[in-house]
């Protein structure tokens, strides 16, 4: 049960344009989500969070949209830059109630910036 | 302030042999969180603990996994009798408190021959 989906398996933009990535989850009882960049051989680096309250956050080149009634996020990055090239994975996790603060992935898009 | 340590990066084991995966969070955090990465799959939580509580295990298999987070030293994931199904990425991620976001360590990868 794949509760958290990133559809593109992998996304090429030119430098310069916009990268937007796409992430749909299931569950709504999620009300925290968060964007993590990933280079090969390293793990997980965090980018950006957005909290169920809020449909929008940015933060320098990158924003996050949410749109709760189609469960549905999305990550921009604009300008695009090479060293952006990496796999991107949304994460979502559900805070109410007590639960704890696990964190469920997708599967990730590999974005490729092309020069 | 050295981030999250996990160690060794690279485990070969045969299978049937144990592997112990080492993770030290980072300095104050005292919630540490183990995830598994299959290949071509995205990170799946396994256990949540605090020093030497588990707090969450809900996504630890049944049986031949367990996880530890001693007064002193470093967080243990352990594998008894590894199957060549074992092998993947598993990754330690540290916290100072649990509504705060964590930081992740750059790995162990475990091949199971």
């Known amino acids: 049960d794949q509760q958290v989906k990133q559809n593109s398996p992998s996304l090429s933009v030119q430098e310069g344009r916009i990268s937007i990535l796409n992430c749909d989850y299931t569950?709504?009882?999620?009300?925290?989500f968060l964007w993590y960049k990933k280079y090969p051989a390293e793990g997980p680096t965090f980018l950006i969070s957005?909290?169920?309250?809020?449909d929008k956050n940015e933060d320098g080149r990158f924003t996050v949209f949410l749109n709760k009634s189609a469960k549905h996020l999305s990550l921009h990055i604009v300008p695009s830059q090479p060293g952006d090239s990496a796999v991107y994975f949304c994460?979502?996790?559900?805070?109410?109630?007590?639960?704890?603060?696990?964190?469920?992935f997708g599967t990730g898009t590999l974005l490729a910036v092309q020069p | 302030n050295a981030g999250v340590m996990q160690n060794p990066r690279h485990l070969v084991r045969r299978r049937g042999q144990e592997a112990r995966l080492r993770c030290s969070p980072m300095?104050?955090?005292?919630?540490v969180y183990w995830y598994r990465q299959l290949p071509e799959e995205g990170l799946k939580f396994m256990v949540y603990?605090?020093?030497?509580?588990?707090?969450?295990e809900s996504g630890m298999p049944k049986e031949r996994f367990s996880a530890e987070f001693p007064k002193e030293g470093p967080s243990i994931l352990r594998i008894q009798q590894v199957v060549r199904g074992d092998s993947a990425a598993y990754f330690c991620?540290?916290?100072?408190?649990?509504?705060?976001?964590?930081?992740f360590g750059s790995g162990t990868r475990l091949t199971v021959v």
């Open positions: 603990l605090q020093k030497e509580n588990i707090i969450d």
């Open positions: 957005i909290s169920s309250i809020k």
């Open positions: 300095k104050g955090h005292s919630h």
């Open positions: 994460a979502a996790s559900g805070r109410r109630g007590g639960a704890t603060n696990k964190l469920i």
């Open positions: 991620a540290s916290s100072p408190d649990p509504d705060y976001g964590y930081t």
């Open positions: 569950n709504s009882m999620f009300d925290y």
